[in-house]
């Protein structure tokens, strides 16, 4: 890819343009600069013609000889324009009457005027050549009168007018240059409102443009409104799918797992139970890892796209108790609940799986015969929900690290766990602008747990 595909298309535009005004410049600064020598150069043939006419005019015969008397105003026209020298010659035949004998003209006929640029005396001249038919004594003499000036005049007069030429032209460069430039903005401000439009929107607003715009840009509009389309519908074929997975994955894990907790009860031999139990516990790991990477998904999908509506915590928190009271009785522990009116603006899915994976947590990793507390609190433009429990804690090491995905604490050896719990919780309380803090029960040994989220 060469630099120039690079550059950005105000810069090329603008470029582009740039050129464009130089090149009519160019041309403008030259086609002026021809017309003035040009201009110049007929002025002075034309003053050349006169000057040489009214030498001519002025021959006379008399007593069978040509006069001539040249006029002053012939050469007063000729030094009107310039200081430049002037030369002449009248000449009858090769007689020369006056003026300078080397000057040569073009050849001429009577009545015709003719122009010459010729070399003479180490400098280049414009040479006028005049023919006029005298009588003496009966005969026809035709003289002829050659006039010359040199050019210098003529040459600076053009060289004044085309830098004059060349300033306006650099000038009206300049201000083409920075008019393209403005004009360039102006052209793409439209794609620049669409991208700062398209840059504005969240990441899970997929409604189509509305916006209009300039016909140019309409196919890129449609483009995007139907890629946007067909993300939407990805992504909903995406939740159907997590949903429907969830379902399946779930239901015949719990299936072989009542089956191997009826096995167990029915066999005699020992090796028998140890297999079974190793079998149920199998099961249960790749439940709890299946059933965790399948909310991590969802939280994910679900985070770009929150329902949001009123929530409150309370009734919340004691939902998800309920749901998980059944296990925490199989170890004999307790769930204390306070709980105080705080309400939140969010998705309550997503909140109930981050406050059950973390209140899942608690009970996995507390002794039997505990207690898990869960208290629900409101203040400080703040609801928080804390969940402490008397279980090892998270170790000597940093806690912020275990929230990254499938990273558990120091403490956690021969639990079933998958190392998602927190990572689903941060990332559900991080799509509402909360935040989840780890630290150390303040009563005593065990883990404690803040998430905590804006109040509505």
């Not at 069978?64 to 030369?87: K, N, T």
Request: proline letters at 4%.
């Amino acid at each position: 890819m060469s630099v120039l595909e690079t550059w950005p298309i105000a810069r090329k535009l603008t470029l582009f343009l740039a050129a464009i005004v130089a090149l009519l410049a160019l041309v403008s600064w030259g086609m002026v600069t021809s017309f003035a020598r040009e201009a110049a150069g007929r002025t002075q043939d034309n003053i050349l013609a006169a000057s040489a006419t009214s030498i001519a005019e002025t021959l006379r015969s008399e007593g069978g000889q040509v006069r001539l008397e040249l006029p002053y105003a012939a050469f007063s026209m000729l030094g009107a324009i310039s200081e430049d020298r002037v030369f002449h010659r009248v000449a009858a035949g090769d007689e020369v009457l006056t003026g300078y004998a080397d000057l040569q003209g073009p050849e001429v006929s009577p009545g015709e005027v003719r122009f010459a640029t010729l070399p003479y005396r180490d400098t280049s001249v414009r040479v006028v050549s005049v023919m006029r038919v005298i009588l003496s004594d009966g005969e026809a003499v035709p003289i002829t009168v050659t006039l010359a000036q040199t050019r210098d005049g003529v040459l600076g007069i053009a060289a004044g007018l085309s830098r004059q030429a060349a300033v306006l032209s650099v000038g009206v460069f300049l201000l083409a240059v920075g008019l393209s430039a403005v004009a360039v903005r102006a052209s793409l401000r439209p794609l620049n409102t669409m991208a700062q439009f398209v840059a504005a929107r969240g990441p899970s607003d997929l409604r189509p443009f509305r916006r209009r715009g300039p016909p140019e840009l309409m196919p890129l509009v449609s483009a995007l409104n139907r890629l946007m389309d067909r993300l939407g519908a990805s992504i909903r074929r995406s939740e159907d799918f997590i949903a429907e997975a969830a379902h399946r994955v779930r239901t015949p894990l719990a299936v072989v797992r009542a089956q191997a907790e009826i096995a167990l009860h029915s066999v005699e031999e020992e090796t028998q139970k140890q297999t079974l139990r190793r079998v149920t516990r199998a099961v249960d790991d790749s439940s709890r890892s299946a059933s965790q990477l399948l909310d991590h998904a969802m939280v994910a999908f679900r985070a770009d796209n929150l329902a949001r509506a009123r929530v409150d915590l309370p009734a919340l928190a004691a939902s998800v108790v309920e749901a998980l009271r059944p296990t925490a009785e199989m170890k004999d522990i307790d769930i204390a609940l306070s709980l105080s009116d705080a309400d939140v603006e969010g998705d309550a899915i997503l909140l109930q799986n981050a406050l059950r994976n973390v209140l899942d947590n608690a009970i996995k990793y507390s002794p039997a015969e505990t207690t898990v507390r869960l208290s629900v609190s409101n203040g400080g433009g703040e609801a928080r929900m804390i969940v402490r429990d008397e279980g090892p804690g998270f170790g000597d090491g940093p806690a912020a690290h275990l929230t990254e995905r499938f990273r558990r604490g120091e403490k956690v050896e021969g639990i079933v766990g998958s190392g998602l719990g927190l990572t689903i919780a941060e990332e559900a309380l991080r799509a509402h602008g909360g935040r989840l803090e780890l630290g150390q029960s303040t009563e005593g040994s065990g883990a404690c747990v803040w998430l905590i989220l804006p109040a509505a």
